[in-house]
């Protein structure tokens, strides 16, 4: 295996940081990761070991004010004009990167979490620059009132705190509930997975776990109210394949919000979507102790789809 980091110039000049893992020989397929909120690319080291194993490559940005890339910004902080836009760029750019290494090579897009609402969202835009997505943690409420009320909230706290600003009260809105779904408790995090030393990890990283700006949080409350309408998800190809995935105890989806969102793609027309709930699983399936059976997974799908072209 071969591992790699590199710096790519963004639509706006700004410069984002890659994580690249790639295979001794030309790969097969492509995975192009998108991370979740308050995270980094750098955590999916494991995963782009078991793919390169494979013969997969597999390139993770990190997102603006996220990993390496907040040092050209505000951690936890997209931007402050037309920032989920930016990002959605960010991803366009990293797939123009690939395309121009890899030519005719098969590329897989793969969202965690806020990563799989950024993934969503490209795909309403872009589908035909990908062959495959698969969404891991995602969620889907077709009624986007709830939406609209945590907007209004969001809006509020960053009218009171500026767009750079952090919400201890949207954090704790947000997050409590999350919290408090394991008991006894032992951290704030263990809602993220069953395995201890993973959740430690999580802890300790200086570039995970912290508090994400009210801009951040309007512009991913705006982009789940763009991407939950059926009108909107049929522009996304119905032949494209999509694997969503999660863990039955993530109290952010609940397991059903996953097939939630499977039949909304299904009712918009998609024919070729799977889904695989794990047991005993939480938020990051790719960190729970079984790990590998759900990266297994993850290889069988995309080798059975490049079959399939």
């Known amino acids: 295996m071969h591992h790699e980091s590199f710096w790519l110039t963004a639509s706006d000049s700004t410069e984002f940081h890659v994580n690249h893992w790639s295979p001794t020989q030309e790969p097969d397929a492509i ?95 872009y589908c035909c620059s990908v062959q495959g997505a698969i969404l891991s943690s995602s969620i889907y409420i077709q009624s986007t009132l709830r939406y609209r009320l945590a907007l209004l909230v969001a809006r509020l706290e960053r009218w009171r705190l500026g767009k750079q600003g952090r919400s201890k009260l949207l954090h704790w809105l947000i997050y409590n509930r999350y919290q408090r779904a394991f008991k006894p408790r032992k951290t704030a995090h263990d809602w993220l997975s069953s395995d201890e030393e993973q959740v430690k990890l999580y802890a300790q990283d200086p570039l995970c776990g912290f508090v994400s700006t009210t801009q951040l949080w309007v512009d991913l409350l705006n982009g789940l109210r763009r991407i939950t309408p059926i009108n909107n998800l049929v522009q996304i190809d119905n032949l494209l394949p999509i694997l969503i995935f999660g863990g039955e105890q993530d109290p952010i989806h609940q397991g059903h919000r996953l097939l939630d969102l499977a039949n909304a793609f299904r009712e918009s027309g998609n024919r070729f979507v799977d889904v695989k709930l794990y047991p005993d699983m939480r938020h990051e399936p790719l960190n729970e102790k079984n790990s590998q059976r759900v990266m297994q997974d993850i290889i069988e799908w995309i080798k059975h789809n490049v079959r399939q072209d």
């Open 31 to 125: 995975v192009m990761l998108v991370h979740g909120m308050a995270e980094h690319s750098k955590r999916y080291a494991h995963l782009g070991a078991a793919l390169a194993k494979a013969g997969i490559a597999l390139y993770a940005l990190d997102l603006r004010g996220h990993g390496f890339t907040a040092s050209f910004g505000v951690k936890g902080h997209f931007g402050d004009h037309n920032s989920w836009k930016l990002a959605l760029d960010d991803i366009r750019c990293l797939n123009h990167h690939i395309r121009q290494q890899h030519h005719e090579k098969p590329i897989f897009i793969f969202g965690h979490s806020l990563g799989s609402y950024l993934v969503i969202d490209y795909l309403l835009q």
